[in-house]
């Protein structure tokens, strides 16, 4: 399905000026800067846009052994004038789209939609569940971190074609084969004992509780204080 509209950014590497390195965040955003008078962060009530760059194409194989096409991608989100994107580093953040140069593809930038959600509410729900160290290509990756940050700040769910090789990997014999497939194509696969514990479907429902105490907190504040 769309993810809203969209257009190309060619980051092919020698066609563009190279943006300051990405900076690693911690739990505190609000000390994030880099150089004097100069920040990343966005403001309140900004707008989020995805982009996305195919990483590889894994051979599919016979249809009659019910392989689906798997694509890897590389994702991001930006908040304003903010990319967030998630590496072994943990969560950082840059010029959009500095996290995508160095890939030799096309990256489709989508406008996701508006958001009222302050970076600083960001920060505290969505940076601890992404701390350095715990990446894992299959289990808890960049995708990962795109479709927590999406559900964050609009309430919605990544597109489901970027998350095809973390489902594969789930599913018994397709994991054997995906695990195949990724050696042909360059990548020893080690699984990531930090990421052993981290479900997706979990992060989204603790993202969603606390949406919705978010929410109820916010409608009592909203209601008009009467003295009897």
């Known amino acids: 399905s769309k993810q809203g509209s969209h257009w190309l950014l060619t980051t092919k590497a020698g066609n563009r000026q190279r943006s300051p390195a990405s900076v690693p965040l911690g739990q505190d955003m609000g000390n994030f800067q880099q150089g004097p008078q100069k920040t990343y962060f966005a403001h309140p009530t900004q707008e989020v846009k995805l982009a996305a760059t195919k990483l590889f194409h894994l051979p599919t194989g016979s249809r009659i052994r019910q392989r689906e096409p798997c694509d890897a991608y590389h994702t991001s989100i930006s908040l304003g004038d903010v990319e967030y994107s998630f590496s072994n580093y943990g969560v950082s953040a840059s010029r959009p ?8 593809n096309q990256t489709a930038i989508f406008d ?13 729900e969505v940076l601890p569940l992404f ?29 489901g074609k970027y998350r095809t090789m973390e489902r594969m990997a789930k599913c018994g014999q397709k994991r054997f084969w995906l695990m195949d497939g990724l050696r042909k194509v360059g990548f020893n696969y080690q699984e990531k004992e930090a990421a052993h514990d981290f479900k997706l479907d979990h992060a989204i429902e ?3 509780r606390t949406r919705s105490q978010s929410t109820s907190q916010q409608v009592m504040m909203d209601q008009p204080f009467c003295c009897m």
């Open 112 to 124: 996701m939609g508006m958001t009222d959600v302050p970076e600083r509410v960001f920060a505290r």
């Open 131 to 159: 701390e350095p160290g715990t990446y894992d290509l299959l289990r808890k990756n960049c995708n990962c971190f795109s479709d927590c940050a999406v559900y964050c700040l609009l309430g919605r769910r990544l597109d």
């Open 97 to 104: 789209w500095e996290s995508h140069q160095e890939i030799k």
């Open 206 to 208: 603790t993202l969603q």
